[in-house]
């Protein structure tokens, strides 16, 4: 879905020091800042009145209270910092050892978007010390993610969670559901999918007439939808018995060390087709090009598990590259990508040949290495996690 400058910073430290050496003991002395106060738990006697989320929900038994949140602002920007305040009550004595977590996850999956872990009130007030009959307060920021998120808390120990009492009040793992912030995520994108007249020639040169009649789409950012640095624009189209994929990739340094199939293809540069032809939300197909027209293919029975490699997809692919391959001396134009996917090899096809109205969930994405070092994808439906396998924001493939 590196290259290090440690060195580079070393050698420069180096040569600072041997060419301006000085008398450590000259000049004026240095401000030395004050430690901060040691931090201090808030107790109350109750939660304000003006939390913007409200539980009761109980931890252990009935022994600790969550009462809520306050999120200030309640209506922040994505990527703004929020303040989050939780408020918690213990209603008998507490046991001492279990450290409190914060998670903000992903609404509809549940997965990690920023690991907000801490010591209650700044490790002032571990649980086992609470008043009984009090109000503790946990104040402290994250930042906002680029879509829609939800804060679960609550207090581990090892490898087990403290448990919550009610069923419906967390996520199936003892994590505490609290506010929800980020607005709704966008509407999932619609691909109108045209029948080809004629089938391409699967040559990489994109000079078909169904390319010219097929919709181009601009690749966004995977994260968040945001410009990105170079272009992608890909185009798809069908007949009874393929799926034609053409991607036009901008890339002024076209190159790749990997050149067996199935080879990780995935940790360099590469196009990649999601298909989820049931809808289903589970079984789906994963396949990718590089610019060596090296393959990769595999079936899903479900969300990233039991990824069977030794599925056979039976596509066909050819590539053009507009430069030469692996130099990085000069500048290339880029490459193009050409797939031809057969429907009777894909998992869970509800129809061969597919029919008009047929609507599939997929995903289109490209990853590109900036000057080889620093990663940027690219998506037909953003996914706002870090995760081209997030199944429920792949877009929509409409059969015409």
Request: a negative charge; one cysteine or more.
């Amino acid at each position: 879905m590196r290259a290090s400058t440690r060195l580079v910073s070393s050698l420069l430290m180096f040569s600072l020091l041997a060419t301006g050496c000085r008398d450590e003991q000259a000049g004026p002395k240095p401000r030395v800042k004050p430690p901060p106060p040691p931090a201090q738990a808030r107790v109350l006697a109750a939660a304000p009145e003006d939390l913007t989320f409200r539980s009761g929900a109980t931890f252990a038994g009935g022994a600790v209270r969550y009462l809520g949140s306050r999120v200030t602002p309640e209506r922040a920007r994505p990527g703004q910092p929020v303040r989050l305040a939780h408020y918690f009550e213990a209603l008998r004595p507490l046991p001492r050892g279990w450290d409190f977590f914060v998670h903000v996850v992903a609404p509809d999956t549940g997965q990690m978007l920023v690991n907000a872990d801490h010591g209650f009130a700044g490790g002032a007030a571990p649980l086992g010390s609470w008043p009984v009959g009090k109000v503790v307060e946990d104040v402290h920021t994250v930042d906002l993610p680029q879509g829609p998120a939800r804060v679960v808390l609550g207090f581990w120990r090892g490898n087990e969670r403290l448990a919550v009492d009610e069923p419906g009040a967390h996520d199936g793992a003892n994590r505490m559901l609290g506010p929800e912030f980020g607005g709704s995520a966008p509407a999932l994108p619609e691909y109108t999918l045209r029948r080809a007249a004629r089938a391409p020639v699967i040559d990489g040169v994109l000079d078909d007439a169904v390319w010219k009649e097929a919709t181009p789409v601009v690749l966004r950012g995977s994260f968040d939808g945001r410009p990105v640095a170079l272009r992608t624009e890909a185009r798809l189209a069908y007949d009874d018995a393929h799926l034609y994929v053409a991607f036009d990739v901008e890339d002024p340094d076209v190159w790749g060390t990997l050149r067996e199939r199935d080879a990780p293809i995935y940790e360099q540069e590469v196009v990649e087709v999601f298909l989820d032809a049931n809808a289903d939300g589970r079984t789906y197909n994963e396949l990718q090009v590089s610019p060596h027209n090296v393959i990769f293919d595999a079936y899903f029975p479900a969300r990233r598990q039991g990824m069977e490699l030794g599925w056979d997809s039976g596509m066909v692919t050819a590539v053009q590259v507009r430069g030469t391959l692996d130099d990085p001396t000069d500048r290339d134009q880029g490459w193009r990508a050409e797939l031809r996917i057969p429907f009777d090899r894909l998992a869970e096809v509800p129809h061969l040949p597919p029919r008009k109205g047929d609507r599939w969930r997929f995903n289109l994405y490209r990853l590109e290495h900036l000057e080889r070092r620093q990663v940027e994808g690219h998506a037909f439906s953003p996914l706002f996690v870090g995760d081209f396998h997030a199944l429920p924001r792949f877009g929509w493939l409409v059969f015409e």
